[in-house]
């Protein structure tokens, strides 16, 4: 089956002089207009004309929207009004009903009961919205999404403000009742049983658009929200291996040194990194190979022939020595970043001129993707980046600007690839509304491990794929416990930027980059192997959770609630998710001797050890260092590949299967050629027993092979 539609709609109502005018007078709710099957769009005042909706490079995936079930009628009343502040859009909240979203939000994961500025920016210190992505995007546990289309730093009341006269309904028997046991102690001051109202608070404008996304379960919600932003992306399968970026002083010589000691040590990598030292000036940006890259061509195909990718680290300031500099001076904002320019990457042409030279100096040479730095905002540490008062030719402010930038800068190196029909995979550190099609994952500075893992909860919420990167660490534990979020993650990321060796042979700074090895570093790399091991195992389990992701918009790292809203008691559970259809992790951090997992309803497995578990109760485990704990749903047959140095081993095709309980559903994979719109073969394993296999589909193939059955319990 075609997975045709990776089409970008070329640029949409961007250019020219906005004339906004302010209207402050209330408007009536209006009636929705219903734009896809279980979607619906409020229109109020004036709308900005730069907004991700109006920007939007991918349109809806209409096919997959026609598949989820149907939604007769809009789930919400929406009202909006202006005000001298801008607009306000007001939106029903019932008693106990769950607020999540809001983009990459690594404090929190209920947002009920907070106050979010949706704030672009490098150092999200506090829960007060900040983040690398945020999103102005929210799901409920009364099973519905909104969107509320603005390019601004939105501020979201999500429940209790109590406005005078307003008489909130108190209800003793909500849609289902919160445990207080269930919430973290923080949450318990706010009365969540009270119907209250989500307020928006849009600065700037004179209107706004607000998208309701029909359920009729959350799950259901969030997928609407994905394909309607174009569907997930579907990473090349090389992209689900290991990642390790080199130190950020690294030449081409140390580069093939270390890609060599992976071989020869068995250390799993599909993807090489490469950190500033490849440019020849990084901060702001040349986009030119340095002198510590005298061959690059070579670099590329000494690579590929131990089938390593290369991906370049940059950002997108434009430094005077650029060749692009001169070409790019009209089409930048009126600030300069590190001496650089800012270009304007809602302006076609400085698209067009960044494109050109990215794909004729990295991409042509082979390079597979990037590494999107710094296309977030700095306000309080560094104040790095342009400010909000800045203008850009196509019209757009700073503020604007900003809650685009890491969206328009992907777009702007997509179109290479697209115009290449060759996939990609990278990072960015800045994404906002409708992201979900980007082949990008989102990283950051922080560094906090609970935190790390929080994210990869939250981000299934909104669109986004997050990795809990790995650098330097506290100690052993710290290393290996950090290594298994990463090994569980849509990116299994070591970026060791800032130290010389691997982690695995001395965890601390200063001691890595003076030479000085962990005296036992051999077994630590033992206990790290295994850990990279066990993600080489789930890339045929991953890459089929993506392709769910691109067809179905489901996305492949989630939080226990998306699939389980009806059990309060996985409300909070911030620090477990779900990967794929059938496996739950709870990750582990340094100084966790035993953990609590909370088990929804039916039967779980053990990874490890087999035990069956009766779910709906929580459990302690006592994990021993090399182990994450792992649980498979009851009623699965789970693909397991041989641990492979790298995709395109044979041994990364060849599949164990692992069946878990009575009357277990046949898990299908995909044959993948890795083409940009590939034919894929579905795979499907079902256990009958004995367990079989059977192909559909034109795409290419055979390529998994059965090694082996075994029924677990
Ligand atoms: C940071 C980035 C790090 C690393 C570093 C290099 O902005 O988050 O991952 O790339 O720059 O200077």
Redesign the pocket.
């Known amino acids: 089956m075609s997975l045709n539609r990776r089409k970008f709609l070329g640029a949409a109502g961007t250019g020219g002089v906005l004339l906004q005018t302010r209207r402050s007078a209330a408007q009536p709710p209006g009636a929705p207009r219903n734009i896809h099957p279980g979607v619906w769009k409020f229109r109020f005042g004036t709308p900005e004309t730069i907004t991700p909706v109006a920007t939007r490079h991918y349109p809806p995936a209409t096919a997959g929207l026609a598949n989820l079930p149907g939604v007769e009628t809009c789930p919400l009343s929406v009202s909006g009004s202006g005000s001298r502040r801008g607009y306000l859009v007001r939106i029903p909240l019932g008693p106990n009903e769950i607020v999540y979203g809001l983009g990459l939000q690594l404090q929190s994961m209920i947002q009920r009961g907070l106050k979010k500025r949706l704030r672009v920016n490098?150092d999200p210190k506090m829960d007060s919205g900040d983040s690398h992505a945020p999103v102005p995007f929210y799901v409920t546990t009364a099973g519905y999404g909104v969107l509320v289309d603005t390019a601004r730093y939105a501020t979201f009341y999500c429940g209790h403000k109590d406005r005078r006269g307003a008489g909130q309904s108190v209800s003793e028997q909500g849609p289902a009742e919160i445990s207080q046991d269930a919430l973290p102690a923080a949450y318990r001051r706010y009365r969540f049983n009270q119907a209250t109202e989500v307020l928006v608070e849009i600065p700037e404008a004179a209107g706004v658009d607000v998208y309701v996304f029909g359920g009729p379960r959350m799950r259901d919600a969030v997928q609407r929200y994905n394909l309607f932003s174009g569907g997930g992306p579907l990473p090349p399968r090389w992209g689900l291996g290991l990642w390790y970026?080199v130190k950020?002083d690294y030449g081409q010589e140390d580069v093939l040194k270390l890609a060599s000691e992976f071989r020869d040590r068995r250390i799993p990598c599909d993807v090489i990194g490469l950190?500033?030292s490849w440019e020849s000036h990084?901060?702001s940006s040349t986009f030119v190979w340095s002198k510590k890259y005298p061959d690059p061509a070579g670099l590329v195909k000494d690579l590929a022939s131990q089938s390593f990718r290369l991906n370049l680290?940059e950002h997108a300031f434009t430094h005077p020595d650029s060749p692009i500099h001169q070409a790019m001076i009209p089409h930048s904002g009126d600030y300069e970043v590190w001496g650089g320019l800012v270009p304007d990457f809602l302006d076609p042409q400085a698209r067009r001129i960044f494109a050109g030279y990215h794909e004729k100096e990295h991409i042509a040479l082979g390079v597979s993707g990037y590494?999107l730095?710094?296309c977030d905002n700095s306000d309080f540490t560094g104040n790095w980046s342009w400010p909000e008062i800045a203008s850009f030719p196509s019209g757009a402010d700073g503020e604007q600007m900003h809650c685009l930038y890491g969206q328009r800068y992907q777009d702007t190196l997509q179109s290479v690839f697209e115009r290449r029909q060759e996939r990609t995979y990278g990072l960015v550190?800045s994404s906002g509304a409708l992201a979900a099609p980007y082949p990008y994952v989102l990283?950051?500075?922080l560094y906090d491990h609970k935190e790390f893992i929080r994210g990869v909860a939250n981000m299934g919420f909104s669109g986004i794929l997050w990795t809990p990167?790995l650098r330097n660490a506290a100690g052993t534990e710290d290393l290996v416990r950090r290594l298994q979020s990463v090994a569980l993650s849509p990116m299994a990321l070591i970026?060791a930027?800032?130290i010389k060796n691997p982690p695995w042979k001395q965890v601390e700074r200063d001691a890595n980059n003076a030479g000085r090895l962990a005296p036992d570093w051999e077994s630590i790399e033992a206990i790290c192997r295994t850990v990279m091991e066990l993600r080489m195992r789930l890339v045929p389990y991953l890459h089929a959770a993506f392709v769910r992701y691109q067809r179905q918009g489901l996305p492949p790292f989630r939080a226990l609630v998306m699939d389980y809203p009806d059990d309060p008691a996985t409300w909070a559970v911030d620090d477990q998710y779900l990967v794929g259809e059938s496996i739950l992790a709870a990750p582990v951090v340094a100084g966790q001797a035993a953990r609590a997992v909370y088990l929804p309803a039916g039967d779980w497995f053990d990874f490890w050890s087999g035990q069956r578990y009766t779910g709906k109760q929580r459990i302690e485990v006592k994990p021993p260092l090399e182990q994450i704990p792992l649980f498979v749903r009851g009623g699965t047959v789970l693909p397991l590949a041989e641990a492979a140095l790298h995709t395109g081993e044979a041994a990364s095709w060849r599949i164990s299967v692992q069946v878990y309980g009575d009357r277990p559903a046949p898990a299908v994979l995909y044959e993948d050629d890795g083409a940009w719109n590939p034919s894929l073969t579905e795979v499907t394993l079902a256990w009958e027993p004995p367990g079989s296999v059977r192909r559909s589909g034109n795409g290419p193939g055979p390529r998994y092979e059965v090694a082996g059955w075994k029924f677990v319990g």
Do not use: P
């Open positions: 490098a970026r950020n950190e500033a990084a901060y680290w590494k730095d710094e550190r990283y950051s500075d990167e970026n930027w800032y």
